[in-house]
């Protein structure tokens, strides 16, 4: 008599596969709620660039080359809220009444590995707006003077690190925030991160009020801005690459960390 023979137990599923499982899924909504995503994260800065990167100059008002300024500050503003606004507002939401997130952490992988997920579309998010906003304010301006794409690879990598750092920054507000408090999030954070990020004026600019050029450093979004400047328009005054792509490294690793904490405090609880 032959001896039964037990089950075999099922293969394991790697993390990858879950992680790019995940990524799909965001990825596939994404798709579905792109026109509403690009209005919303970039309508406000495409208004500045008709104002200030078009009529202002046109009317006189302004210098040829304050576009040359202007044309990185906007692009920064516009992926660094993208970056933002994908992971912070989905995190409040899923977080709050409904706890639509439940389903994701009931993954047969690490809780972290869900984190992950969520800032790297919101890098993916920074990036997709980039391509969009960076043709069409160029078309608005026009002729951009010292514009290039000759440092096009460091450009990218300034873009990226931009991305990770407003990604992971989302991650860390939208797991501290509650649904009633969403509005302090643009109120008193990105507004006066906008206003104070050196995206209108170069950052050197503010050695009229040395003060104030100290106080804006502690703005993530200032070496953002600087550093589209020094690799978009290289020839204008700008802070040192090195400077503001290291800062960027630093402040996109500091908030990463800290937002895998967050997140994994917020799911236990």
């Given at each position: 008599?032959?001896?039964t023979?037990?089950?075999?137990?099922?293969?394991?599923?790697?993390?990858?596969?879950?992680f790019?499982?995940l990524?799909?899924?965001?990825?596939?909504?994404?798709?579905?709620?792109?026109?509403?995503?690009?209005?919303?994260?970039?309508?406000?800065?495409?208004?500045?660039?008709?104002?200030?990167?078009?009529?202002?100059?046109n009317?006189?008002?302004?210098?040829?080359?304050?576009?040359?300024?202007?044309?990185?500050?906007?692009?920064a503003?516009?992926v660094?809220?993208?970056?933002?606004?994908?992971v912070?507002?989905?995190?409040?939401?899923?977080f709050?009444?409904?706890?639509e997130?439940?389903?994701?952490?009931?993954?047969?992988?690490?809780?972290?590995l869900?984190?992950?997920?969520?800032m790297v579309m919101?890098?993916?998010?920074g990036?997709?707006?980039?391509?969009?906003?960076?043709?069409?304010?160029?078309?608005?301006?026009?002729p951009?003077p010292?514009?290039?794409?000759a440092?096009?690879?460091?450009?990218?990598?300034?873009?990226?690190l931009?991305?990770?750092?407003?990604?992971?920054?989302g991650?860390?507000?939208?797991?501290?925030i509650?649904?009633?408090?969403?509005?302090v999030?643009?109120s008193?954070?990105?507004?006066?991160?906008?206003?104070?990020?050196?995206a209108?004026?170069?950052?050197?600019?503010?050695?009229?009020?040395?003060?104030?050029?100290?106080?804006?450093?502690?703005?993530?979004?200032?070496?953002?801005?600087?550093?589209?400047?020094?690799?978009?328009?290289?020839d204008?005054?700008?802070?040192n690459?090195?400077?503001s792509m290291?800062?960027l490294?630093?402040?996109?690793?500091?908030?990463?960390?800290?937002?895998?904490?967050?997140?994994?405090?917020r799911a236990?609880r």
């Amino acid at each position: 008599m032959s001896a039964t023979r037990s089950p075999s137990a099922p293969a394991p599923i790697s993390r990858w596969r879950v992680f790019l499982a995940l990524l799909r899924r965001d990825a596939r909504v994404m798709r579905r709620e792109l026109a509403s995503f690009l209005i919303s994260t970039t309508f406000q800065p495409l208004l500045f660039t008709i104002v200030f990167g078009f009529l202002m100059p046109n009317m006189g008002l302004v210098q040829g080359f304050y576009v040359s300024a202007l044309l990185p500050g906007i692009l920064a503003i516009s992926v660094s809220i993208a970056s933002l606004q994908t992971v912070a507002l989905p995190m409040v939401a899923e977080f709050g009444l409904g706890g639509e997130i439940e389903d994701r952490l009931l993954a047969p992988v690490p809780i972290e590995l869900i984190a992950h997920e969520k800032m790297v579309m919101g890098v993916l998010h920074g990036v997709l707006t980039a391509l969009f906003v960076f043709p069409l304010t160029r078309l608005i301006m026009g002729p951009v003077p010292g514009l290039t794409l000759a440092h096009g690879g460091m450009a990218v990598a300034v873009l990226i690190l931009g991305c990770a750092a407003f990604s992971a920054l989302g991650m860390v507000l939208g797991t501290a925030i509650s649904p009633s408090s969403v509005s302090v999030l643009f109120s008193a954070i990105v507004g006066p991160m906008m206003f104070f990020g050196c995206a209108y004026h170069p950052w050197q600019g503010l050695s009229v009020v040395p003060a104030m050029k100290i106080a804006v450093l502690a703005n993530p979004l200032v070496y953002l801005s600087e550093g589209l400047r020094g690799t978009l328009t290289p020839d204008l005054t700008h802070m040192n690459l090195a400077i503001s792509m290291s800062a960027l490294g630093l402040i996109a690793a500091a908030f990463w960390a800290l937002g895998l904490r967050t997140f994994a405090r917020r799911a236990i609880r």
